[in-house]
């Protein structure tokens, strides 16, 4: 592990050369730095115009100069913003400098953030906003991160997390300290009859972790059918450029394919696959494998066939959408299927496009951009939850290891946002009891 006593540089904005390059540095020697690298250290949070020089008086560049005092600064400590022109040689020749001070270095990948959570600065829910709020490609995806990296969501969970502590310190209140006037003779009831409401909002925020994961991680759309019915046709139609190689040799398609797409603001994943059918070829057999997988894993299948083939399967899979191609072709019944689209016209590739959206909706409708959107969100709130009901459901156990079952519940919670404060329960104890007065 890398001390973090070390003050730590980096470039934060993007990759040079651009217009414009950002270079950060955090730690204890940042005023060192800024006093040696343009003569002062500026007043806090006021952007200063300076040429920024080497220890030997070389001119580096001439650019904004920003400090912030700790703790009011991302990370928490002292950091300094420095903003120069964002040519290669530039931002090199500042980072040869910055590594010849003493007791600095290199930042590792996500040290910054690292040290805003060490400090207090951000909370893991939060951290992990902002990294999916820099990897946002899609509206929706924007939405989520930045409600969860603002702390919207962050504040449901501290909600929570007060509820037990409290509930937790009127359990023990009453186990430790029966005699004490200043605490009810049963808070039981009370407790409880909260913990079963705590127990339906926590259910119903998890039925939400499906819409969460598919905003972040894209709505998986599956081409599938037989070789020949237009699947990678359709993909490039789809994404409007060519993704897949397209051929009159069936079997072409010997892997799965993906391209992302971006439909009303949502991330689609969609995957083209090997024609399924009966095979001896070992490449084009593993192919179909890879297939069936994808298609297990699929969100939403499209099943696509020929309608100039007579040998269709007639038969589609569960939950599929029925897509018939080559409608341009003459004398074609499309009746068995959802929709007829063709690619050498376009006609019905609008319809399929609302079509995805439709069912993605139908998975996707939150009241809140407040919701989780991790597995480690969903494993984390299971166990909160397992523990809460053992506390309300199995009342035979006792007094005592009920409220050890709320402790469980609150430590699984708390790991949701990485804030486990043991020290909050007994502040609530002798603060709302005033014990031992």
Known sequence: MLPTTDTIFALSSGAVPAGLAVVRVSGSEVQDVLRALVGEVPEPRQA????IRTRNDLVIDTGLVLFFHAPHSFTGEDVAELHLHGGRAVVDALQRELACFPNLRAAAPGEFSRRAFENGKLDLIEVEGLADLIAA????????????????LSTVYYGWANRLTRARALIEAELDFPDEEDVPGSVSDQVWADMVKLVDEIDIHLQQIEAGEIIRDGFKVVIAGKPNAGKSSLMNALAKRDVAIVTDIAGTTRDVLQVDLNLDGYLVKLYDTAGLRDTEEVVEREGIRRAECIIAEADLLIYLEDLSDGDTVGVFPDGAVRVG???????????NYDLAISITNGAGLVELRALIVERLRMKVHPQSMAIPSRARHRDSLLETLRALRVSLYEPERGLDLRAEDLRVAS???????GRVDVENLLDVI????????
């Open 48 to 51: 200063v115009l300076r040429s």
């Open 137 to 152: 490609e899609t509206e929706m995806q924007r939405r989520l991160a930045v409600e969860q990296s603002s702390g919207g």
């Open 325 to 335: 191609s080559k409608s341009d072709l003459p004398n074609l019944s499309s009746a």
């Open 411 to 417: 430590d699984a919670l708390g790991r949701v946002t």
């Open 430 to 437: 002798f603060g709302e009891f005033c014990i031992g007065k």
